[in-house]
């Protein structure tokens, strides 16, 4: 049996519920029928689930958070206003009640603008506005659980309808149908790499504990052995949230430091801690956001500026590295020693502006750095974003001086956001790299270095610089850190098993150091790349076909490739699959992270007065449900007045 819709939207979390609510507000007096297809929950799916830890935050604060466009997001379709998150949980509070939970009333109650609000309540939000879409009468959707594994396009046995809907296979065997079928699944994780099956496999032989890399709402980190080394690896996001997860099971508690001027806390031990040895690539946490509700410094480049990005985007065909990267790299070290003059006094050499001015290339650049700097407490390179030794090999001492500086300048960067060094580093990345990667998408570099030099590390530097967790969070880990319940064991984190001993093995290229546990917690994601999915349907359609990874000259990046989309109402395609021939599926849209190296900012959730290519997308995406699903209803009218009214829709076979 085949159940049928005006379209099927697979992925149930934001930009499903954004695609659902814009097409409300394009449906008129005639409302469309929509299945919204999620293997977890239709309606906050895997990154809001509704069921993960209080302890799981959202990395943006509560006021930069909606799923409803406004004014500042270009977009064909009509406007349809809504709540933001606080307004919402403005509204949960005065109720007094929710029908969902108890601690949504608690959690509303006590949100603050700058607060940062736990993942399950903005998963509470996103269901509630799919919720308010269908109560308005202008959609009717059909949650099903349940994951997509493949599309196929229906052919009715004689064609005398001519319907050529797409059927969607979920594993299980049941089938939905639709003339329209918008791919919507968000932050899609990795198959098991060599490596990670490898440490699975030998976890199993020897009865260890290994959680694998994944969403870490989908993974249990609790039950660690008090007194015990726990091996961990990955310190983005995901860490700051498990360890605050962890923090409430070992009944451990934060004190403020009397007098001290940052917010710095202690740790009071609860008697169940492990100590946590932790390490990645880099070898630090990613940098904290600032303290809400206090100023922050401001960049304005002075090389980097619009019309010099313009400039690469006309020229086309460059290597970042060489001729983009020294440029970028230069506004960070001015932004670090103009901070610096101030908050150091003394602390930097006159005259290192002009010199700047002069430098040509990034080695040029860190010798000004060198040559400025004359305090060595303050001493720092560009290249200590990725390597913060500089890529030497230093000693116990030498690492643990470096774990100390980063504890000090961590809680004043988020203390005196206005005003120091760090600080200013990190909002001047976080001004440039959108620039960045818009110029990527213009054709600014040449494919090899858009991937190798803009997807392979300038990304995560930004996100290692300016997508950080809340300052609070930080503040806990820092804290962590100086209790020893955390130990950084350095960059060039590896990790193998060590049979003999039955243990897993963990050591720093760089600082020499390792440890063993019969415990190892991955605490990353692989961060939406195709290639490598192990989501079902993304690698039935890629392994047949019917999908293909975006090139650009010749290189492969991690995204799918889809077209793009005019601002144009008349126009009712845009955002579709491409196939390995080239040929283009219109029935199918693709929209957010599995294709965001041709959608560019749609990995990022929409906030309030901000342009969102995530709403535009769904936009774009609703305006081809209506009109595809018109049209499709206006054939079948006028096949069926031709047929004698002898349709019959079981009658249809797979192609």
Do not use: C
Not at 436 to 460: C, E, K, M, Y
């Amino acid at each position: 049996m085949t159940a049928r819709f005006d379209a099927v939207v697979v992925g149930g979390g934001p930009r499903g519920v954004a695609t659902v609510l814009r097409t409300a507000a394009r449906s008129g007096d005639a409302p469309l029928h929509l299945a919204v297809v999620d293997a977890l929950e239709v309606g906050a799916g895997a990154t809001w689930l509704t069921s993960q830890p209080a302890a799981y935050l959202n990395n943006t604060q509560a006021r930069a958070t909606t799923v409803h466009p406004d004014d500042s997001t270009r977009m064909s379709g009509p406007p349809a206003p809504g709540p933001d998150l606080v307004a919402w949980a403005a509204e949960v509070a005065a109720a007094g009640e929710h029908p969902f939970a108890d601690w949504v009333v608690q959690e509303a109650t006590e949100l603050r603008p700058d607060d940062f609000p736990t993942r399950r309540l903005q998963g509470v939000y996103f269901r509630d506005q799919l919720d308010a879409a269908v109560r308005s009468g202008r959609v009717r959707v059909t949650p099903v659980l349940g994951r997509v594994v493949d599309l196929q396009h229906e052919v009715v046995d004689g064609d005398e309808l001519g319907t050529g809907d797409l059927l969607v296979l979920l594993e299980g065997g049941d089938r939905l149908a639709a003339p329209t079928v918008v791919l919507a699944q968000g932050m899609v994780q990795a198959r098991r790499s060599a490596e990670v099956a490898g440490l699975v496999a030998e976890a199993e032989r020897l009865g260890l504990r290994y959680v694998e890399p994944g969403m870490p709402a989908e993974r249990d980190f609790t039950g660690l052995p008090a007194g015990e080394d726990v091996l961990v690896r990955g310190l983005g996001a995901t860490f700051f949230d498990v360890v605050g997860q962890l923090v409430d099971e070992w009944g451990g508690h934060f004190e403020p430091v009397p007098g001290d001027p940052h917010g710095r806390l202690t740790y009071v031990r609860g008697g169940a801690e492990p100590r946590l040895v932790v390490g990645s690539r880099r070898g630090l946490p990613y940098r904290s956001k600032p303290d809400g509700g206090r100023p922050v410094r401001t960049f304005e480049p002075r090389w980097a500026t619009p019309e010099w990005f313009a400039g690469l985007t006309a020229h086309g065909g460059l290597d970042f590295a060489t001729d983009v990267w020294p440029t970028v790299a230069a506004e960070l070290a001015r932004a670090y020693l103009e901070a610096l003059e101030g908050y150091a006094v003394g602390a930097v050499r006159p005259g290192w502006l002009a010199a700047l001015d002069e430098a040509e290339d990034l080695a040029a650049v860190e010798q000004v750095l060198a040559d400025a700097i004359l305090d060595p407490r303050w001493t720092w390179q560009v290249d200590h974003l990725r390597r913060p030794t500089g890529g030497r090999v230093v000693d116990e001492q030498e690492w643990a001086t470096l774990v100390r500086r980063l504890v000090d300048d961590e809680l004043g960067s988020m203390s005196e956001a206005a005003v120091h060094p760090r600080a200013a580093v990190n909002a001047a990345m976080g001004a440039l790299r959108g620039h960045v990667g818009r110029a990527g998408v213009r054709g600014a570099f040449s494919g090899t270095s858009l991937v190798r030099d803009v997807h392979g590390w300038f990304d995560g530097d930004g996100l290692f610089l300016a997508s950080g967790p809340p300052s609070h969070r930080v503040r806990q880990v820092l804290a962590l850190v100086e209790a020893g319940v955390i130990d950084l064991l350095g960059p060039g984190f590896t990790v193998a098993v060590h049979p003999e001993r039955r243990v897993f093995r963990a050591w720093s290229s760089v600082t020499g150091r390792s440890a063993v546990s019969r415990v190892l917690l991955e605490t990353r994601m692989s961060k939406g790349k195709v290639p490598d999915t192990d989501d079902p349907l993304l690698r039935s359609l890629l392994d047949s076909g019917r999908a293909r990874i975006h090139r650009v000259d010749g290189a492969a990046t991690a995204s799918l490739e889809a077209t793009g989309a005019e601002l144009d109402e008349a126009v009712t395609v845009g955002h579709n699959l491409v196939a390995a021939d080239g040929t283009v599926d219109e029935a199918v849209v693709v929209l957010g992270i599995p294709a965001q190296s041709t959608q560019p900012g749609s990995a990022i959730g929409a906030s309030p007065g901000v342009p969102s290519p995530l709403l535009a997308g769904a936009d774009v995406a609703a305006k081809q449900v209506v009109a595809r699903s018109r049209r499709r209803a206006a054939e079948r009218a006028t096949a069926l007045v031709g047929a004698g009214q002898n349709f019959r829709s079981e009658k249809v076979r797979v192609g």
